[in-house]
T-cell receptor
Framework: DTGVSQDPRHKITKRGQNVTFRCDPISEHNRLYWYRQTLGQGPEFLTYFQNEAQLEKSRLLSDRFSAERPKGSFSTLEIQRTEQGDSAMYLC????????????FGPGTRLTVL | GENVEQHPSTLSVQEGDSAVIKCTYSDSASNYFPWYKQELGKRPQLIIDIRSNVGEKKDQRIAVTLNKTAKHFSLHITETQPEDSAVYFCAASGDKIIFGKGTRLHILP
């Protein structure tokens, strides 16, 4: 499968625990995005990378959230001290930076915080 | 800030009829307008897109129109089929994509 992959697909955790998600983009894509989607809503932008540089972070991304893309390939999204409000689908997408920005989505990681 | 408004939030059409979903955007720098279809429990899938230098694009039963002056764009699905039932998201993109809140499309038998 040469598409975007995410791991794990599902994560159940207790409030206060830390969780980390991984995204592997399409190999030739230099841009990687993280979104959060809650039930009945559209994906909300969290942050994006061009190669290893994190270019923008949404105001939605509190200090408990951190994302990295150390080698410009895969990325990790960590949530510290999880809260019930963090329960959502976390989607990763990648694109090849051109004048236009066609993004391809991974299957998502569904987080449930108990 | 950047915003994309999408209407209607729910749409029911008889099988075989046409469906139209409309969006407006606020960021003048947006130059790329994708439409995604999302089925329950699955990832958003790109179904069609339009770039800012084009006013209309068609792919079989699906067409999109863009009015950059008015900052409006629309999705048209003709001859709807049961498998068209899903949630559809419009989006406007510069460096990042801003999504609308989605339209739940029901195709009635």
């Amino acid at each position: 499968d040469t598409g975007v992959s995410q791991d794990p697909r599902h994560k159940i955790t207790k409030r206060g625990q830390n969780v980390t998600f991984r995204c592997d983009p399409i190999s030739e894509h230099n841009r990687l995005y993280w979104y959060r989607q809650t039930l009945g809503q559209g994906p909300e932008f969290l942050t994006y990378f061009q190669n290893e540089a994190q270019l923008e972070k949404s105001r939605l991304l509190s200090d408990r959230f951190s994302a990295e893309r150390p080698k410009g390939s895969f990325s990790t999204l960590e949530i510290q001290r999880t809260e019930q409000g963090d329960s959502a689908m976390y989607l990763c997408a990648s694109s090849f930076r051109t004048s236009f920005n066609e993004q391809f989505f991974g299957p998502g990681t569904r987080l449930t915080v108990l | 800030g950047e915003n994309v408004e999408q209407h209607p939030s729910t749409l029911s059409v008889q099988e075989g009829d046409s469906a139209v979903i409309k969006c407006t955007y606020s960021d003048s720098a947006s130059n790329y307008f994708p439409w995604y279809k999302q089925e329950l429990g699955k990832r958003p899938q790109l179904i069609i897109d339009i770039r800012s230098n084009v006013g209309e694009k068609k792919d079989q039963r699906i067409a999109v129109t863009l009015n950059k002056t008015a900052k409006h764009f629309s999705l048209h699905i003709t001859e709807t089929q049961p498998e068209d039932s899903a949630v559809y998201f419009c989006a406007a993109s510069g460096d990042k994509i801003i999504f609308g809140k989605g339209t739940r499309l029901h195709i009635l038998p």
